[in-house]
């Protein structure tokens, strides 16, 4: 039965006179405001705003919010997403009024305490990365990729190369060479050997003079250590060109790994993914940046700085700014600070764990990526061993030969069971792929039974399987259509009628 949960628009639900409110009659002289303004600033009619009781709108957004699925409601083992519970600590710090009442044009000195944070939050980045200069102004993981290109072709253009190719492994993230086009470079490929690591002989019979940057995911959307990192890092700086390392794995290497000491030049985090602030739905998000010494010089302003000060009593204390950009940087890429409200929530996680906890955080979500792989490959394909990282790769090529479910039907009937689905049919590389990432912070309870729902799945037939998820009030919506042909605003039916 599927859920019957009204869905209706707020236009739809409102009635005319309808209020959240009702007003007593002033006791004292009363003007019409809208003599205050000009005719001309008027518009002919009233907007159409829905008008609602109280408890519309209540039950409106709270029956929503029944429909969807959360880390806070569901199992969300959506690979390559990192989708971990986020402590309610960090909403309550990232709410005190000092975090979230000011507002970014005030004089800094009156913004000493976020300005710490955000110093002090630079300086574990760069600690935990290996790299010692930092930007928090990219908005979002895709962004920061994009923002280390500039900084990249900033520095090749200041040493006048002309050199214009990026070269993306072929399980990298679609925003790798969307990002390097973005930033005025060609991509080429590399391909991956059969082992799903980067294949080596691919990779120098593509590094030249006219390689800038070769952009790498390690561990990579397969969920594995290129253990040939060494050799790659000797290759790609051999030829001139700089390592860029995509951040969005680094759940699995914290305090284990840092991708300065294996060679990375550059790299984005994406705190809201490692660093647990909530995310979906097209954000919030964050992608700041780290980048070798000699990349330091290139980083969009402002960055964040600290001086220390002589007070009138002999004291000595510290005081925090913004640097104006320098002649060579790349400039801003993001109004103000950046994303504050995620990097308040990364701070407050990381100074909650510390060194020794991000360790284990790390240890904990790959440990439970293995525990799931060793149940999973017992009815699932698993063609690139018996050992990952934080995530995992799976196929259902088999599955849908011999029993015509394939991981699409997989992602669409794990969601009766109660659970989130896996990402599907990515990386590209892996035929009906089913990746699934379970984190740190799930039970051993959940993750068995998540694999109890999968091996039932696998063994049902038929419509069951093939019209799922018959929980859900929409079950699958034509993709392609809504793709060529959205509805992107809504028009009053009753309008139209009268129309007509």
Known sequence: MRNQQSTQLLFELSRPGRRAHRLGQPDVPTTNTLDAFSDRFLADEPPPLPQLAEGDVVRHFVGLSTLNMSVDTHFYPLGSCTMKYNPKRNERIASLPGFADVHPMQDPSHLQGLLQLLYELQEMFAEISGLPGVSLQPAAGAHGELTALLVAEAYF?????????????????????????????????????????????????????????????????????????????????????????????????????????????????????????????????????????????????????????????????????????????????????????????????????????????????VLSANYLLSQVKHFLDVPHGDRCMHEFVASASRLKKDKKISAMDLAKRILD????????????????????????????????????????????????VHEAPHSTRISRPDDVGAARRPILHWSDPSANDAAS
């Open 417 to 464: 069971y109660g659970f989130h689905a896996p990402t599907v049919y990515f990386p590209l590389v892996v035929d009906e792929a089913v990746m699934v990432e379970p984190t740190e912070t799930e039970s051993k309870q959940t993750l068995d039974a998540f694999v109890e729902a999968l091996f039932r799945i696998t063994d049902e037939e038929g419509d069951m």
């Open 157 to 365: 253009r200041s040493i006048g190369s002309k050199r214009n190719i990026v070269l993306t492994a072929d399980s990298a993230h679609g925003t790798n060479p969307a990002s390097a086009q973005m930033a005025g470079f060609q991509t080429k490929t590399v391909k991956s050997n059969s082992d799903g690591l980067v294949d080596l002989d691919d990779l120098a019979a593509k590094l030249d003079e006219n390689t800038a940057v070769f952009m790498l995911t390690n561990p990579n959307t397969l969920g594995l250590f290129d253990r040939n990192i060494e050799k790659m890092n000797q290759m790609v700086h051999d030829a001139g060109a700089l390592i860029y390392l995509d951040g969005a794995n680094m759940n699995a290497i914290l305090g284990i790994s840092r991708p300065g000491d294996f060679g990375a030049d550059l790299m984005h985090y994406n705190p809201h993914k490692t660093f647990s602030g909530p995310h979906g739905g097209g954000g919030p998000g964050a992608g700041p940046i780290c980048v070798r010494d000699f990349l330091t010089k290139f980083l969009p302003a402002p960055l964040v700085t600290r001086q220390e000060l002589e007070t009138e009593d002999g004291q000595t204390k510290w005081t925090y700014g913004l640097s104006e950009p320098t002649q060579d940087s790349i400039g801003r890429v993001r109004s103000f600070f950046g994303n504050t409200g995620v990097l308040v929530r990364a701070y407050i996680y990381l100074r909650t764990y510390g060194g020794d906890g991000l360790r284990r955080v790390s240890e904990d979500a």
